[in-house]
């Protein structure tokens, strides 16, 4: 079996076609087998913004695009409230295929652990790489640990530009499925709060670059 993502990859990385295509087939760890399809990244191939969740969940396996479920309804909040277009950024996710456990007739979400992570890595860096974004917005933990390694502290970084090679702008932020998560309405609306903080940021660095 192969060890990784990287003997998947199509000869020309830097064509985002290409890398979407080359994906489909991917076996570079167990996930693909149980999940519906392979859920590539999404967006104009010159975007200025990238934004990288964890994993696709169960709506977007069905479908087959990114932040199409409940999480994405609040992606899409926070981004038109700092005034950003959907159809303007790229929006990924470290690993590729949706992780899941089997309840019944529900499919539960599961987060992957680090050896599928580093496995799809190599479609992360491609998709990067190909478009070049001058601002990267991190979503969540385990899309942070993944491009800064195991130490980085989300609620400590968050929000604050971090030095990286990645892109000229790159700010860490909460994962929009936090806000679900929440019990309550206050504590929901904390998360939110936070979202659109760390996103506006982001975007305000973006706009200060033209
Ligand atoms: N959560 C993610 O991290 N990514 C998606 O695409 C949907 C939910
Ligand atoms: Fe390949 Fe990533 Fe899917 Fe694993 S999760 S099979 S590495 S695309």
Redesign the pocket.
């Known amino acids: 079996m192969a060890v990784d993502a990287s003997d998947f990859l199509p000869e020309r990385p830097d064509d985002l076609e290409a890398l979407r295509a080359a994906a489909r087939d991917c076996r570079g760890c167990d996930l693909w087998e149980p999940a519906t399809q392979t859920?590539f990244g999404e967006g104009p191939h010159d975007a200025r913004m990238v934004l990288v969740?964890?994993?696709?969940?169960d709506r977007?396996d069905r479908e087959g695009h990114?932040?199409v479920?409940p999480?994405?309804r609040e992606l899409d909040k926070a981004l038109e409230a700092v005034g950003i277009a959907r159809s303007e950024v790229y929006i990924t996710?470290a690993v590729k295929h949706f992780k899941f456990e089997e309840r019944g007739k529900r499919r539960i979400h599961q987060r992957p652990d680090a050896k599928q992570v580093k496995a799809c890595r190599p479609w992360l860096r491609a998709e990067l790489d190909a478009i070049g974004p001058e601002a990267l917005v991190i979503?969540?933990a385990t899309a942070a640990k993944t491009l800064f390694g195991s130490t980085f502290r989300l609620m400590a970084q968050r929000g604050q530009p971090l030095e990286s090679d990645l892109a000229p702008i790159v700010i860490a932020t909460i994962?929009?499925?936090a806000i679900l998560r929440g019990s309550d309405h206050a504590s929901r609306q904390s998360q939110r709060d936070l979202l659109t903080e760390d996103l506006r940021v982001a975007a305000q660095a973006l706009a200060a670059r033209r």
């Open positions: 859920v969740g964890e994993v696709p969940g977007e990114p932040f479920g999480a994405g996710n979503l969540g994962h929009p499925s």
